[in-house]
Structures are given as C-alpha cells and as structure tokens.
C-alpha cells in the first residue's frame, strides 16, 4: 500500500508558506514522515533521511545533497530574472541557479538558453531539479507582491501548473480540488469603489474644474479618436451645462448611478466599498495628507440607496480610510458602514489601494473577515500573482480576494491610458488565464464610471458580456471568498493506493455556499516521457463533492511503463 499523498520536506521556518501552497494547490499531501511509503516527495532541503519515492522533486537555488551524489552542478546566476515556461516568463524574485548533469538529462525549464531545471532517472526513481525555492517564491507574492512590470504574469498558478505536469508527464496520478465551483470555469467578482456619490457634493473645488475641463476640451479628443461616439460627446456637454440645475436641486445628479448598476448586473450581486466618514483624508505611510483623498459625501446622503442596495442583496463594505494601519480606525470604520446599513460590513479595500507589511493584522483585529486591496493603481493583472483568495501569512482569520481590473488603471491618462480597443485585448487575455487556471477575476469599476465624463458603461457592459461568455459564475466579494472558505475546509481525510485503485477519502466539514459545489479531478498523464508543458492521452475524472460530512472515492488506475 503506498500513500498517494505528496510528502513534503522543508525547513520548518517554511511549514506555515507550505501549508498555504496546499490550499491554493488543493492536492493530497502531509509533511513527510520517515515510516511511510510515499508516490511523490517535494523537498526543499538535504533530506535527512534516504527517499524511497517513485519521483522526488527538489527544488533549492542552493546545493544540496542529492546534487554531490549524482553530479548535478548547481551554480547561482546573478543575471537571470526569471525563467520560461509554456508561453509565459515566470519571474523569479529570490535566487535562481543553473542546474545541470554531467549524463543525461532532460532539460524542463530555462532562462536565456540556461537550464534552471532538468530532470533525471536515477535507477529507476525520476527526479526533477529545479534551480529556485519554490516556497521562498510563493511567499514574496502572497505577502509583498510583484511589481507592475510583471502585472500579466499569474506566477503562482504558473508553479502550480509546472509542479502538476511534472506529475502528469510521467504517469502519476495528479487528484485535486480545483478553484472552481462545479459547472464553471472561473468566478468573476464586481466590485464598485463609492470614491464619489454625487458632483453636487463638489462645490468649485478641484474634482469640478476637473470634471469641466475633460469634459468641454478632452471629449472632443477622445471622439476624434472614436473612444466615444457621438451621442456620447454631446452627453458630456449637456452635462456641464446641467451643472447649476443640479446645484439648484432642479436636476437629477449626474454622478449617481448606483440604480443603474444594479440594473445592468442583474441578476448577479456585486459589492459597494463605501467610504465611512466625510472630509477625513487619512495618512499615508509617511504620515503625510492628501486632502484630494478625502469624501465629499457623508453616508447620510446615501443611506436610503445603500439600504436598497443591501436589500437587494448586494453587499455594502468597508473602503478604508484608516484601518490599513490602525486598528481602533479600522473598528470604527467598519461600525459606521455597519451601523449605516443596518447590517454587518466585514469585507475592506483600502481607498488608494494604501498598505503595509502590517495591514493584515491590523484588518484582523478590527474584525474584518477579508480585504480586497491586492491589485495595482497603474496596471492590471496580479500584483499577488494569484487568480486565488488565499491567506496571508501571520494571520488566522482573514482573506485577501486580490483584485485585478480596474477601470481607472486601463484608462486614466497617468496610467495605463489604454484606448477601448487596446484595453480589450487586455482584459481577454486576463479572462483567457482566468478560464485556463481557475479562481476568480475581480473587477473593481468605479460608482461614478458609468457617467459623464467617463462614461465608461459601454467597455463595463462588454467586460459583463465576456465573463458570460467565458462561462464564469458571477457575484459579490463576500460570496466568492465564502466559496473559497468552504474549499478550505475540504480534506483529504487518506488517499492509499492498492494494486490498480486509489481510494480517496474526502472530509467536507461544510455545506457549499449559495449550491455551488466544489468537486475532485482526477488526471492521469502520459506514462512516456515527454517535453512539457504538452500532456499527451491525459485522462480527466470529475467527482461532484455533496453535503455529506464524509465519503469515499474509488478510482481505477490505467499505470503504464515509464
């Protein structure tokens, strides 16, 4: 009887990352034990004891015993930034060595015509070497996060896809839970930032001439270049004239949308961050004020829609002005929405998108249950290279949903300043990376985007349209992080492997939110050797996960000769 669970030897100061790396690659797996016979063993360190496995993968930018053994040279290489894989350049943001053999080897991965990893046959046992810290990786994107130039690069699924088909290139049966709910390819989460409810809270400030100048002389520009159409240009004319109805409460305010959205996103549920307290800037992280930050409404101008909101089901929630640096701020942020609303507000994103190394913590002692800040004020993308929610390190409760489009990043002019047909190709590529890995695609488009001068309804109505499309289950923050809990608490109770069945035993701890179920894939790749990532005569299984507290999965092994 061998345990089809992944063993795992790593330094302990690591176990907390690994655990972590298990749930977002949901696959069988415990910290390697010496009694116990394993499949596959990923190691991280000079084993202390001799690895018996079918296949080993070791990953270390250091040399390590395994290396002496079988010549494997292993040299740090100060000028390689990441590596290639499939079509993508994966970033490296620890060190990155040249790993090589002196027999035969199989080159799996390189950077600039360098191998950083090879796989060899060793009597029998196929080891895969690979010239980085796989855990030391994930961790640098889960809690500090990489920089916008590598905003298109989902590094985190790239290493779980590259771990998976190391598994699958040589027949061994790969079981997991994916990041889907049954039936879809991904989840798409729509968000709105309330940074403004209404112009008429705006008295000749800097956000009206503001909005008088790209109004009047940029929409002329943006019409020549047919970002706008005709109808479009006029709107944006007609509203300035408006303006002193609007003061004179004779019209309706042009910047109020917030029926409008929920008309355009029905029947799906989206989730409003609301700025709690008027004229309070907050600080950044050198204690210095913006007082462009600040609100120019109070909740008290929006309490009746917010209400209706919330009683449409759409969920209101915490944009923070404080709270990603103070606790007793985050508290009292949390409790003005709350109170406000009339039920609890436990998601956040911070307006600004402000942070630290410490924001977490700070979050989970006011109460909040998951943040939203994770995503990029100049690109879109994955700042935590991630289509999943996940928990950061140090904490216990809360959840980071990582946000990847917003609106402002594709279009404002000291931005991305993407025209409509440029930004689409964007966002299809991140839809198309959405359906290959699974997660969620989080949409961050602002509650006054739909009106003039913006007017950025018609790309939010197409992005709307390709997640459709794209087969997506469609819904609020809370409801996407609340699927991803459950999926937590689904365990691999024991997972054996017997003559030519595997026996799973599944322990669910929970019922799936709102009927979207989880389930467990089963593939089997192709028991010959061949170049990754192409997977030939894989086998692909789907099990449907039901409410019961337990059950039990038997599947039959097609094994072939490596």
């Given at each position: 009887?061998?345990?089809?669970?992944?063993?795992?030897?790593?330094?302990?100061?690591?176990?907390?990352?690994?655990?972590?790396?298990?749930?977002?690659?949901?696959?069988?797996?415990?910290?390697?034990?010496?009694?116990?016979?394993?499949?596959?063993?990923?190691?991280?360190?000079?084993?202390?004891?001799?690895?018996?496995?079918?296949?080993?993968?070791?990953?270390?930018?250091?040399?390590?015993?395994?290396?002496?053994?079988?010549?494997?040279?292993?040299?740090?290489?100060?000028?390689?930034?990441?590596?290639?894989?499939?079509?993508?350049?994966?970033?490296?943001?620890?060190?990155?060595?040249?790993?090589?053999?002196?027999?035969?080897?199989?080159?799996?991965?390189?950077?600039?015509?360098?191998?950083?990893?090879?796989?060899?046959?060793?009597?029998?046992?196929?080891?895969?070497?690979?010239?980085?810290?796989?855990?030391?990786?994930?961790?640098?994107l889960l809690m500090t996060g990489q920089s916008s130039s590598h905003a298109l690069a989902p590094t985190v699924e790239l290493h779980i896809e590259?771990?998976?088909?190391?598994?699958?290139?040589?027949?061994?049966?790969?079981?997991?839970?994916?990041?889907?709910?049954?039936?879809?390819?991904?989840?798409?989460?729509?968000?709105?930032?309330?940074?403004?409810?209404?112009?008429?809270?705006?008295?000749?400030?800097?956000?009206?001439?503001?909005?008088?100048?790209?109004?009047?002389?940029?929409?002329?520009?943006?019409?020549?270049?047919?970002?706008?159409?005709?109808?479009?240009?006029?709107?944006?004319?007609?509203?300035?004239?408006?303006?002193?109805?609007?003061?004179?409460?004779?019209?309706?305010?042009?910047?109020?949308?917030?029926?409008?959205?929920?008309?355009?996103?029905?029947?799906?549920?989206?989730?409003?961050?609301?700025?709690?307290?008027?004229?309070?800037?907050?600080?950044?992280?050198?204690?210095?004020?913006?007082?462009?930050?600040?609100?120019?409404?109070?909740?008290?101008?929006?309490?009746?829609?917010?209400?209706?909101?919330?009683?449409?089901?759409?969920?209101?929630?915490?944009?923070?002005?404080?709270?990603?640096?103070?606790?007793?701020?985050?508290?009292?942020?949390?409790?003005?929405?709350?109170?406000?609303?009339?039920?609890?507000?436990?998601g956040v994103r911070m307006h600004w998108l402000y942070h630290d190394e410490d924001t977490f913590s700070q979050l989970e002692q006011a109460g909040?249950?998951?943040?939203?800040?994770?995503?990029?004020?100049?690109?879109?993308?994955?700042?935590?290279?991630?289509?999943?929610?996940?928990?950061?390190?140090?904490?216990?409760?809360?959840?980071?949903?990582?946000?990847?489009?917003?609106?402002?990043?594709?279009?404002?002019?000291?931005?991305?300043?993407?025209?409509?047909?440029?930004?689409?190709?964007?966002?299809?590529?991140?839809?198309?990376?959405?359906?290959?890995?699974?997660?969620?695609?989080?949409?961050?488009?602002?509650?006054?985007?739909?009106?003039?001068?913006?007017?950025?309804?018609?790309?939010?109505?197409?992005?709307?349209?390709?997640?459709?499309?794209?087969?997506?289950?469609?819904?609020?923050?809370?409801?996407?992080?609340?699927?991803?809990?459950?999926?937590?608490?689904?365990?691999?109770?024991?997972?054996?492997?017997?003559?030519?069945?595997?026996?799973?035993?599944?322990?669910?701890?929970?019922?799936?939110?709102?009927?979207?179920?989880?389930?467990?894939?089963?593939?089997?790749?192709?028991?010959?050797?061949?170049?990754?990532?192409?997977?030939?005569?894989?086998?692909?299984?789907?099990?449907?996960?039901?409410?019961?507290?337990?059950?039990?999965?038997?599947?039959?092994?097609?094994?072939?000769?490596?």
């Open positions: 009887m061998t345990n089809a669970k992944i063993g795992v030897l790593c330094h302990p100061l690591e176990k907390e990352i690994v655990r972590e790396f298990f749930e977002l690659f949901k696959t069988p797996w415990e910290f390697a034990v010496p009694e116990e016979q394993y499949e596959v063993v990923l190691s991280t360190i000079s084993e202390p004891f001799p690895i018996a496995a079918k296949v080993v993968l070791y990953y270390s930018s250091l040399p390590l015993e395994v290396d002496n053994l079988h010549q494997i040279k292993v040299i740090e290489r100060q000028d390689l930034d990441g590596f290639g894989y499939d079509t993508y350049h994966v970033p490296a943001y620890g060190k990155l060595s040249e790993v090589g053999e002196g027999g035969d080897s199989i080159e799996i991965i390189h950077s600039n015509d360098v191998s950083v990893g090879i796989y060899i046959d060793i009597r029998g046992q196929a080891v895969y070497r690979f010239g980085y810290d796989l855990f030391e990786e994930i961790q640098f590259l771990l998976r088909n190391c598994l699958l290139r040589i027949g061994i049966a790969v079981i997991e839970i994916p990041p889907v709910p049954a039936g879809y390819s991904f989840f798409g989460c729509l968000t709105h930032d309330v940074d403004f409810a209404g112009i008429r809270y705006h008295k000749l400030g800097h956000t009206f001439w503001g909005f008088v100048y790209r109004s009047l002389l940029l929409t002329p520009l943006r019409f020549i270049q047919r970002e706008l159409s005709i109808g479009e240009l006029f709107q944006n004319w007609w509203a300035v004239i408006k303006l002193p109805f609007i003061y004179l409460g004779m019209a309706e305010d042009i910047w109020d949308k917030f029926d409008i959205y929920g008309d355009m996103e029905s029947p799906y549920k989206s989730t409003f961050f609301v700025l709690p307290f008027e004229n309070r800037p907050g600080v950044n992280a050198f204690g210095e004020i913006d007082k462009k930050r600040a609100a120019n409404y109070s909740l008290e101008n929006i309490a009746s829609k917010l209400k209706k909101l919330s009683q449409q089901g759409m969920e209101i929630a915490v944009h923070g002005i404080d709270a990603w640096r103070d606790v007793e701020a985050g508290s009292l942020e949390m409790e003005r929405i709350s109170t406000i609303v009339g039920e609890a507000a436990s909040y249950s998951y943040d939203s800040t994770g995503g990029y004020n100049d690109a879109v993308g994955y700042r935590n290279g991630t289509t999943q929610v996940f928990k950061p390190l140090g904490v216990s409760q809360i959840y980071e949903l990582p946000m990847h489009i917003q609106d402002t990043s594709l279009f404002y002019p000291k931005r991305m300043k993407l025209s409509n047909v440029r930004a689409k190709e964007v966002c299809d590529e991140i839809i198309a990376q959405a359906k290959k890995f699974g997660g969620v695609l989080t949409i961050s488009w602002h509650a006054r985007s739909l009106a003039p001068e913006r007017l950025w309804g018609r790309f939010y109505s197409w992005l709307l349209e390709r997640l459709k499309v794209n087969n997506a289950w469609i819904g609020s923050a809370k409801q996407i992080v609340d699927w991803f809990k459950y999926r937590r608490a689904i365990q691999f109770h024991s997972v054996q492997i017997v003559g030519d069945e595997i026996r799973i035993e599944i322990e669910t701890n929970g019922v799936a939110p709102n009927d979207r179920s989880a389930f467990v894939k089963f593939q089997q790749g192709n028991p010959f050797l061949s170049n990754l990532p192409v997977i030939e005569n894989m086998e692909t299984e789907r099990f449907m996960i039901t409410d019961e507290n337990r059950q039990v999965i038997s599947i039959a092994l097609k094994r072939g000769e490596r």
